[in-house]
Structure formats: structure tokens, C-alpha cells
């Protein structure tokens, strides 16, 4: 196979223009994006409390 193959990847997940917003629980810090997209560790900058301290803004 040649290596000038223009590899073209059509990506194929839906595009969300809506953008989540997760806040923090303890301390009120606002994330912007997808929470889901974050490791496991990921923890608030704030206060470093882990994820399930943050709460889907409706
Ligand atoms: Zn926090």
C-alpha cells in the first residue's frame, strides 16, 4: 500500500452544538463541555473533588 493513500476519516459523530455545563457541588465551579470526556481522575480545579461532585446544569 502507498503511503500518499489520502486517508480520509469522515467522522461520523453527530455534532452537539448544544454545550453541557456541569457545576461543581461544593464549591459552585462551572465546567464547560462534556464531562463524560474526562478521565476517571478527573478532579475539580478548584476544590479537587472527583466528578460525582459535579451535577448537570439544566
Ligand atoms: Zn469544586
Known amino acids: 500500500m502507498s503511503t500518499s493513500d489520502s486517508n480520509q476519516?469522515?467522522?461520523?459523530k453527530p455534532e452537539e452544538p448544544v454545550v453541557k455545563e456541569y457545576v461543581c457541588k461544593i464549591c459552585g465551579y462551572v465546567y464547560v463541555g462534556n464531562l463524560d470526556d474526562e478521565p476517571?481522575?478527573?478532579?475539580c480545579?478548584?476544590?479537587?473533588k472527583g466528578k460525582e461532585y459535579f451535577e448537570e446544569k439544566v
Do not use: G, L, N
Open 9 to 12: 476519516q469522515s467522522a461520523s
Open 40 to 43: 476517571d481522575d478527573y478532579v
Open 45 to 48: 480545579p478548584m476544590c479537587r
